[in-house]
T-cell receptor, first 112, second 114 residues
Framework: SQQGEEDPQALSIQEGENATMNCSYK?????LQWYRQNSGRGLVHLIL?????REKHSGRLRVTLDTSKKSSSLLITASRAADTASYFC????????????FGTGTQLKVEL | DAGVIQSPRHEVTEMGQEVTLRCKPI?????LFWYRQTMMRGLELLIY????????DSGMPEDRFSAKMPNASFSTLKIQPSEPRDSAVYFC????????????FGPGTRLTVL
C-alpha cells in the first residue's frame, strides 16, 4: 500500500501546549498535504508543501518535509480546544495519477 | 460559494436496495472525487473525474458500485444492490488541480445498510 502512516495514532495534550504529528510515506511525491477533520464533518485543507520545499508556515501551523526520509511533520503551536480533531496527511505520488492518497490519521484531543 | 454539496446527509436502507448518492461540486472545479471512509479502512478513493470523464475507477470495490458525471455540476454514486458492508461515510470532493492542489470536501453522506 502507498498509504501514508501517521504517528501517533492518538495524542492528548493540554491547551497551550504544542502538538506534533508525523507522517511517513513510501514512494516519491509531487506534494504532501495536511487536512483536518472535525467529528462528523468533511475534511478541510490546512497546508500543501511541494517536494522541493522543506518547511512551510500558516498561522500556528508549521509543516516540514524531509524527502530523503520520506516523512513530514505537522506542528500546531499554542494549541486550543478548537484544534481537537483528526489530522490526515495526503500524498500526491509521482506517477500516481494526479490524485491523493490519505494516511491513517492522528486523533488530537486538546483539553482545557 | 456554497461549497461542495452532498445529498442526502444520512441514508438508512435495507440490504438489497439501490442507493444513490449525489454531489454538486464547486463551480469551476475540473476534478471531482468520491471517497469512502470507514474505521477499518480509513479514507479510500473510489473514483475520480476530470472534466466529467472518469479517469481512475480502480478504487471502486466491485460491480455493484457505479458513478456518473453527466455534467460539470452534478455527479452520482450508485450502489446496487447494497450490502451491510457498504455502510460508511461517503465523501465527494472537488478541486481545480486534482492531486496537485487543495481538495474541497463536502459534508459527507452517512450510509447505513441494515
Amino acid at each position: 500500500s502507498q498509504q501514508g502512516e501517521e504517528d501517533p495514532q492518538a495524542l492528548s495534550i493540554q491547551e497551550g501546549e504544542n502538538a506534533t504529528m508525523n507522517c511517513s510515506y513510501k514512494t516519491s511525491i509531487n506534494n504532501l498535504q495536511w487536512y483536518r477533520q472535525n467529528s462528523g464533518r468533511g475534511l478541510v485543507h490546512l497546508i500543501l508543501i511541494r517536494s522541493n520545499e522543506r518547511e512551510k508556515h500558516s498561522g500556528r501551523l508549521r509543516v516540514t518535509l524531509d524527502t530523503s526520509k520520506k516523512s513530514s511533520s505537522l506542528l500546531i503551536t499554542a494549541s486550543r480546544a478548537a484544534d481537537t480533531a483528526s489530522y490526515f496527511c495526503a500524498t500526491d505520488f509521482t506517477g500516481g495519477g494526479n490524485k491523493l492518497t490519505f494516511g491513517t490519521g492522528t486523533q488530537l484531543k486538546v483539553e482545557l | 460559494d456554497a461549497g461542495v454539496i452532498q445529498s442526502p446527509r444520512h441514508e438508512v436502507t435495507e440490504m438489497g436496495q439501490e442507493v444513490t448518492l449525489r454531489c454538486k461540486p464547486i463551480s469551476g472545479h475540473d476534478y471531482l472525487f468520491w471517497y469512502r471512509q470507514t474505521m477499518m479502512r480509513g479514507l479510500e478513493l473510489l473514483i475520480y473525474f476530470n472534466n466529467n470523464v472518469p479517469i481512475d475507477d480502480s478504487g471502486m470495490p466491485e460491480d455493484r458500485f457505479s458513478a456518473k458525471m453527466p455534467n460539470a455540476s452534478f455527479s452520482t454514486l450508485k450502489i446496487q444492490p447494497s450490502e451491510p458492508r457498504d455502510s460508511a461515510v461517503y465523501f465527494c470532493a472537488s478541486s481545480l488541480a486534482g492531486g496537485r492542489g487543495e481538495q474541497f470536501f463536502g459534508p459527507g453522506t452517512r450510509l447505513t445498510v441494515l
